[in-house]
């Protein structure tokens, strides 16, 4: 269990790969982070890919953590997501 009261799971972000680059990523966790401090909401996590490592340069640069690992079953194979995670500051 996490050590807060009401996390926020982020479940997927995509950006077609033609428009990577032009700061929709930044744009979308932006909203994320918005909805969860409207929402009263005191932490965000994900889960991602181990192997996707622009997906976690990109949550690390928006202030994410590594956490911990779950396996994540893709039709029917199983892959190793790394779990991230944000503490939202406090208002």
């Given at each position: 269990p996490m050590p807060f009261?009401?996390?926020?799971?982020?479940?997927?972000?995509?950006?077609?790969?033609?428009?990577?680059?032009?700061?929709?990523?930044?744009?979308?966790?932006?909203?994320?982070?918005?909805?969860?401090?409207?929402?009263?909401?005191?932490?965000?996590?994900?889960?991602?890919?181990?192997?996707?490592?622009?997906?976690?340069?990109?949550?690390?640069?928006?202030?994410?953590?590594?956490?911990?690992t779950d396996t994540f079953?893709?039709?029917?194979?199983?892959?190793?997501?790394?779990?991230?995670?944000?503490p939202m500051p406090k208002?």
């Amino acid at each position: 269990p996490m050590p807060f009261d009401n996390p926020l799971q982020i479940s997927r972000i995509y950006v077609h790969p033609g428009a990577k680059g032009q700061g929709i990523g930044r744009i979308l966790m932006a909203a994320a982070k918005a909805h969860a401090a409207e929402h009263g909401h005191d932490y965000l996590w994900l889960g991602v890919w181990q192997q996707n490592e622009a997906a976690i340069a990109f949550y690390k640069k928006m202030g994410f953590a590594i956490i911990g690992t779950d396996t994540f079953v893709l039709g029917k194979d199983p892959q190793l997501d790394w779990l991230m995670g944000l503490p939202m500051p406090k208002h």
